[in-house]
Structures are given as structure tokens and as C-alpha cells.
């Protein structure tokens, strides 16, 4: 697989960016200033980057509750994302959606979704008018170990292996479903494994190796563009943070959190740059600062926005 250093250098900001955003989120929340509910992808960015860097304009995603990390990788405005997580007029959703419901269907993100799993069977949809507009467009649906679950997991896995959908079907098993471990919900060790019910390749690889969730979607997506149909990716990570912010996450213990912040997907990408020459740490830190900096503007961004005025209270909230 090759990659030229800008392409490189780009990945390495977005996990960056999902970083700063969520650690910011994250202090703001626990200071009082953020409003609602928010679940952080601390731990994860290995996995929307490397998913998202294979993507182009024609092509979809579908997120999950922990949202912001897909979104980002998308290219979604930090701006728009800070505000409205706010609950500010300025936002995705003029401030009344809040973290789970950003979107940006101009660029292919069909959203962020507060009904565990509900958006493989909208992935499969956009797959399905792509493969009806024969734009050569592809979809991808990123969805939890708990998603898996779901019947809408296996409706949408059935529908898109009969169809031969151009589906990428991504499995974040972050080990935990709230405080449920995988073990104890689930009576196999991977969740890659269901693509044989469905007669789909099925392949797991570890999610906090940016490169390895890059080149497995690289494949998926090589053969939902030739026609060939879905892929089920499972990217095994962890989440550093609990559940939802607020979370006492007594269901694991801080060995465990300690263990696996010791394969933080950022630090290991950035070793392999230094290591390759590809970039010099000086690089590195450099691209750091800017990205605070690019937080900093959307945290200010967001707190000089309006909240939005009592009139809008019932506009875009129901569809007529
Ligand atoms: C249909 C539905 N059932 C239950 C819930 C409550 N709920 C919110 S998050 C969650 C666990 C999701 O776990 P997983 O899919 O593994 O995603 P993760 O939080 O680990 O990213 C549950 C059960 C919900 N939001 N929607």
C-alpha cells in the first residue's frame, strides 16, 4: 500500500483532531458548560481515520451514538460540531440535536444515532442507491459489539449479501456494551466471525493499528466497487473513556485502561512515522499545535453563537 506523506501526515491529523475535540468535550462537560449527553471515541481514532481515508464524495457513512470521531473523519466542521454539542444556533442542527444527532449529508454523513445499531440497515440503503444510481459510491456503517446484536445487524448483513450491496459493515468492538463485556454477551470471541452466516468475507483486525483498519477497508472497498458485495470489518479497540461522561465505570478496572492506553493507535502511528522518516517529531508536535489551536477557535466558535430563540422551538424537529 502506498501512501505519500501528505496522505500520511493527514491521517495522523485527523486522530489528532478527534483527540483534542473529545479531551476538550470531555473537560468542558465535567466543568458544567456542555448541556446533554455525550459518549467519547478517546482510544478509537485509529479506526474512523482508517475507515474514512478510503473514502471520496461519492460515498456514505452511518454512525453510532459515539459520533464525533466518524464525523471528524468525514470532514465534518469542528465549528459546526462544537456548537451544537453547545446547543448553539451555529450548529449542525441549530444547537437542538446536540451530540447524537450531527450530520452533514452534503458530505456523505448520514449521522450520528442515538438507537443502538439503527444504522446498518440505513447504510445498506445508501449502498442500495448508489448500486441503483450506478455511481460506483460506496457505504459504510460503523456499529458496536453490542450493535451486533441487533436484528437490524443481521437483517441489513442478509439483505446486503442477497443484493450484493457495495456495504462496508465496520464492528468497533471496543470490548463493552455500557458496562456488558463482550465475553459475557456474546458466545464468540469474534464478532468478525458472523459474516459466515451470511456468506460475506469476514475479517479481524486490530483497531488501533491505523494502518491495518486502512488496508482491510482498502480491500472491502476494492470489492464493493467492483460489484463483488459487503465486507464485515471488526477493529478490535477500546475505549478509554466510560460509557457515557459521568460514567463511574465500576465495571473495569484501571489495570485494564492502563494496559490498553499503552497502545494508544495515535502514539503508534506517530512512532512508525518517526521510525519510516516520514516525518521528524518537530512535524508531529508542530501539526499538535495546530490542531489545539483549530479546538480552541471551534470551543470560541461555539460559545459566541446564540442559542437559538424560543420561535425555532418546533421548526426542523418534526417533518411534515
Ligand atoms: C435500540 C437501543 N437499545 C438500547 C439502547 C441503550 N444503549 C445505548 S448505548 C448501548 C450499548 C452500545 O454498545 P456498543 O454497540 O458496543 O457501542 P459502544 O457504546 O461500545 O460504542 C445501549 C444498549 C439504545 N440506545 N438503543
Known sequence: ???SKEQMLDMYRKMQLIREFEETVAKLFSQGQIPGFVHLYVGEEAVAVGVCSNLNDKDYIASTHRGHGHGIARGASVNKMMAEIFGKMDGYCKGKGGSMHIADVELGFLGANGIVGAGLPLAAGAAFANKYLNNNGVAVCFFGDGASNRATFHEALNLASIWK????????????GISMCQKRHQNIADVADRAVAYGIPGVSVDGNDLMAVYEATAEAVKRARAGDGPTLIECKTYRYRGHFEGDACVYRCEEEVNEWKKKCPIQ???ARLTEMNIASREELEAIHREVKEQIEQAVEFARQSPYPDVSELTTDVYCD
Not at 450491496?165 to 463493552?176: D, G, S, T
Open 268 to 270: 503508534r502511528f506517530a
Open 165 to 176: 450491496l457495495p456495504v462496508i459493515f465496520v464492528c468497533e468492538n471496543n470490548m463493552y
Open 1 to 3: 500500500m502506498v501512501l
